[in-house]
């Protein structure tokens, strides 16, 4: 949509309806021109692609716990290729995209001068456009991803995770490993002592022979299915410590994408005029903004006749 946005601001620049805003518009529309502009546009795109895919599954409610490793993986793999061997193709495609659309690409050898400001300025920094857009930009960014990736995917989280993709039943539970679920009941002591760990062992051990050997779960994909087909069967009164351990493998990873969720939307909710707003209100705002999809079905006249029925009013 680079060509449509540039059409406007050139239009709004030339239009007298917005005069006392010149010069707001012809100083977005100069950056908008600008290489720094375009750069920056790119890195993002190209950042947040290649993490998409990795966000879009840790914020599903029914989460594929292989897929979740595998895409962790993938996007640190993808950020250490992009850091070392992507440079050269990257600038490649910003300087095609600026020569594209009249964009002036600055040698990189040359000074760095920052939009809007003096080159004598930028001179004094002694900073070139390679050491900024390069190194301080590009390199500087795709550390931070990277940074924050292995903060939040350590060793024990993503052991964590590889632990909770042994209960997973696809292919007829290949990925299933009776060592990978007691370490996994190991995280939870609280839960289960030593005994309880005894215990779970063996029936791990009944457990898979029975689910192989049962049609009734043959083609489930994810752990979720699994949970509904032991209810249904029954079996989760039959496996109860297995079930058990199951119920905390599908809490964890959506309590935490809700959280996630909710401090996402907070901005949303408790904005400058609500900043007084006591913590069971925004609760309540809090759980149908995020549940909006659900609470968009409720009947507007079942609201009100739930409302005044609570008590008496003067005026009905």
Known sequence: ????????????????????????????????????????????????????????????????????ISLVNVAKKRMQELRSDGWDNFLEKVTSFCDKHGVEVPAMDGDYVPYGKSARKGRAQKQTNDDHFRREVYIGVIDQISQELDNRFDEIN????????????????????????????????????????LKLELQLDNYIDDMRHDDSFKGLDNIVDLSIKLIETKRHKVYDMVYDLLKLVLLLPVAM???????????????????????????????????????????GDDIINTFMSLRKRRIK
């Open 1 to 68: 949509m680079y060509e449509a946005i540039h059409d406007v601001l050139v239009d709004l620049g030339d239009d007298p309806a917005y005069k006392d805003d010149w010069t707001k518009i012809h100083f977005v529309t100069g950056a908008f021109e600008n290489f720094e502009f375009v750069f920056f546009a790119h890195l993002m795109y190209i950042i947040l692609g290649y993490t998409n895919e990795l966000s879009e599954c840790l914020q599903r409610r029914d989460q594929d716990i292989l897929n979740a």
């Open 257 to 299: 994408a809700s959280v996630g969720r909710e401090f996402s939307v907070m901005v949303f909710v408790k904005t400058k005029l609500r900043n007084k707003m006591g913590d069971s209100i925004l609760d309540d705002c809090l759980i149908t903004f995020i549940e909006r999809d659900i609470f968009f079905e409720v009947d």
């Open 158 to 197: 993503m052991e964590l995770l590889s632990c909770m993709s042994a209960f997973s039943p696809f292919k007829s539970f290949a990925s299933f490993d009776a060592q990978k679920l007691r370490r996994l009941a190991e995280f939870y002591p609280k839960e289960f002592s030593n005994n309880n760990l």
